[in-house]
């Protein structure tokens, strides 16, 4: 009990602080309440993308270090998306660069502030003599990314012109697989686009979209864990297989889980994922068995203590409460179903039900409804889903070195996703049945307390066809009225009850026990 009043008391003071740098940061001041002309100084934290905002060609996810405006000079820590037009979109992540434009607060986004820059024509761009004569370009880059960055950007870039040749649904589809973004999303600079063909519609990417939520399986277009076990998985098998020492695995397994973090495009799902690779390969190190529950509780302690804001976060919540249902459920479904399914088509339903059990309360908080035919869904795709990121995978880490081995790989990729593709046109089209439910927090009660009710049904209805098949049985029968005869007794099933008192009993004998020095 000290130790959670303890973690609570630091939780809570972390989640103040931050909330307090936000509110007191030097932008808060020089905005005031309305818009300001500033030249920042800025850190691009991510690739650059599509624009979501009319009037701009991309945007950028940056990090504030220094402001300049309305006559004050001020550092700074906030967090802002940058929207440019034109050679404002040549920003390559983990460049520092100094630029002029509008701040402002979000209108919408995970940012709280925006900052606009102008749009510049290139008669306008900067050379050396309008820097003599005092013109500063509204952009300019003071220090390169690093080799790391710079390296990850390239490979990006060259991966997603490969998906440029495949046809629509493979240019959306694949890199959202691969790099959780899809490809209508990806900034396409202008001297790159194709003149032989139309990239995709945004009607055809929007219905796409529509049609994989409707569907229930929108969550393979984002990077979750599935990314970091497969290549743990395979990281693992092969250094066990050279006999490398434990301390040397874990080391190696660090490095795989922050160089595909890296590779990815970041989001709250990732950052999760990759905290919780890292928390399980320390746990390697040390020599402790693979504990999925323990590990997420870890994870999600040592991030929100970093990182407060992503307790509001609902692709961090979808993200957590997607493991915690597997790690809870997954195992006992797979069981159930076994008898019902082949192993292959069992396996990945039950992972799935299990995950959308836990996380129907927060999808509810989103979006007042329930896809139908989501457990159907997402066993028609589940035997191509690994196959065709395993392919995608691949052809990321080649699109540098063997351009070639991607324009295969990433054609690979589009057959599996054109099976997603068919399967959410035909179960999540305009046509598709969608349950209403009531929205808000009073719908995810509802359903939170309709999940409860069914699990105790399906518990119900097992403990009961245990017992009719004990008491059906002639041989148990006989054992029990003979004083167990010559079978040695009598079965014993344990219920959820008697397993609890157990536990209650033991943990309080064990704290009873404990002993305190003087």
Known sequence: MSLMALV???????????????VEDSADWLIGGGNVQVTARVRAHSPTMASDLMGQDCRTEVSIIHLEGAGLSLGSRAKARLYATDD???MRRGGLYQVEGQLKLAEMGGARYWLTVPKTSRANRETPRA????????MRMLREPGRMDAMLSSMQEAFLRQTRSLDDQGQILVPGLTMGV????????PD???????????????????AFKRSGIMHLMAVSGSHFLLVGSVVGVLLRRLRVPRCAQTVALVVSCLLLARAMYPSDSVLRAQSMCMVSALALGLGRNGQSVSALCWTAVLTLLVEPPLARSFGYALSCAAVLGIAICGRPLAEAWKGHLPSFLAQPLATTLAAQTATLPIQVLMSPQLPAFSPLANVIVAPFVDTATICGLLGLCLALPCPAATALLVRLASWGTWVMERAASLLGGPGAVVLPW??????SLAILLLECASGLLAL????LRRRMALDSDPAVGAAAAEGAGELGGIAVHYGISSRLAVWAGQGWSMLCSLSYGT
């Open 460 to 463: 119900s209805v097992i403990v």
């Open 131 to 138: 820097v003599s004569k005092g013109r500063v370009a509204p």
């Open 8 to 22: 609570s008391m630091v939780a809570g003071s972390a989640a103040v602080l931050s909330s307090l740098v936000v």
């Open 182 to 189: 899809l490809g209508q999303e990806s900034y396409l600079p």
């Open 438 to 443: 009531p929205g808000g927090p009073g719908g």
């Open 192 to 210: 790159e686009r194709p003149v032989d063909r139309e990239p995709p519609s945004p009607a055809y990417a929007k219905r796409l979209k529509d």
């Open 88 to 90: 404002g979109c040549n």
